[in-house]
Structures are given as C-alpha cells and as structure tokens.
T-cell receptor, first 117, second 110 residues
C-alpha cells in the first residue's frame, strides 16, 4: 500500500522548453506532497511543499516562476520546469506524507532524471 | 538552526567487515528520525523510524539506534548488495517536511 507513481523516469529536453513531471498516489489520498531535487552525489534538497487545492510553499532560494507546482487533486501533483536550462538538469523526486507506518509515514516516487541540452 | 549531519561521506568495506554510519541532528522537538537506502537513479527506500532515545530497530544485517543527539546505523557482516547510499532524515517542525542529511555512500567489496 501507499504507492506513489512518478513519470517520466527520464526526460531529455532542449534548452528553453518546459517539462512536466507527474506524481500520482495510487492507493491513498495525498493531501500533502513534497518535491525534492538531487544533484549527483548529493543529498535530497527540499524544493517545495504542495497541498491539495492551495498554492505551493517554496523553500528559500527556489524560483517559484521556474518550478511551477500544481496539486489540483488528492491523487496528483505536478512539477513543471519552465524555460529549462542546462543548470536545471537534475534528479527530481516527489514524496507524499501518508501516515502509513510500514513506510515510516512517507512514500517516495522513483524519481525523474531531467537532462536539458 | 535545525540540522542533520551524516558521517562518513563515503565508506568502503570488505564483505563481512562490520561498521557503523553516524547521523547527528539538532532539531527542536524530535518527531522521529528516519533511515533510508537509496540506489543510483532510484527514490529512497524506507528502512527504519526511531522516535525516542534508547530505541533500536533491526532488519536483516542492519540495526539502527538512537540517542538524544545522534543515530547510528550498524551494518553487520555486510554483503555487496548492501552497497548503496544511506540517508537519514528528520521531520522539520509541525509541517513534517523531511530534512535529509548528506548521506553516506557505502561500497561493499566481495
């Protein structure tokens, strides 16, 4: 139980284009989702917290206009990287707080490797 | 300032050579300390949650312990398949945002 499906797993896009990453909770309702970014050999850095039906809360230093987060339903949160540039290339991971004890109360997506060329 | 620090940054072990990974934390009001395993190109995989000092949890070759200032992940007689990055994390305030340490990259050689 408490599965989060993240798509796509890999995406390559041209500089200046936008890319959308989706995270779906398959068997539970995710009122809160967290979006992380991870550079090679580094840890997960929290980008933003999204709550269903309200605006996302961004961490300090994260550009709201570049990383658009939408959480329009209890099962879907999306991250859109707008006007992507090579420095946006990274591994993006979503997470939902589930309260499901066997997973420690959080479930993570499998991640999206974004490469901007 | 709330902070999570892990050491060592990287660890190389021979198969069967036991060792420990450290996670020290400074947070106001601990709401749990989490250990995850992450394989390259994958999301974190949940291992343990510890809530109070003195608590211990085990899973196969892994054992996690918690004190008031730090947590240890003990790996007994590791195998090559234990090679991964091990992350610890704590929820930050009532928002329950998980804040991660920098991780320990473990390599177990046969």
């Amino acid at each position: 139980g408490a599965v989060v499906s993240q798509h796509p797993s890999r995406v390559i896009c041209k500089s200046g284009t936008s890319v959308k990453i989706e995270c779906r909770s398959l068997d539970f309702q995710a009122t809160t989702m967290f979006w992380y970014r991870q550079f090679p050999k580094q840890s997960l850095m929290l980008m933003a917290t999204s709550n269903e039906g309200s605006k996302a809360t961004y961490e300090q230093g994260v550009e709201k206009d570049k990383f658009l987060i939408n959480h329009a339903s209890l099962t879907l949160s999306t991250l859109t990287v707008t006007s992507a540039h090579p420095e946006d290339s990274s591994f993006y991971i979503c997470s939902a707080r589930t309260g499901y004890p066997l997973t420690g109360g959080y479930t993570f997506g499998s991640g999206t490797r974004l490469t901007v060329v | 300032e709330d902070q999570v620090t892990q050491s060592p940054e990287a660890l190389r072990l021979q198969e069967g050579e036991s060792s420990s990974l450290n996670c020290s934390y400074t947070v106001s009001g601990l709401r749990g300390l989490f250990w995850y395993r992450q394989d390259p190109g994958k999301g974190p995989e949940f291992l343990f949650t510890l809530y109070s000092a003195g608590e211990e949890k085990e899973k196969e070759r892994l054992k996690a312990t918690l004190t008031k200032k730090e947590s240890f992940l003990h790996i007994t007689a590791p195998k090559p398949e234990d090679s991964a990055t091990y992350l610890c994390a704590v929820p930050l305030d009532s928002s329950y945002k998980l804040i991660f340490g920098s991780g320990t990259r473990l390599l177990v050689r046969p």
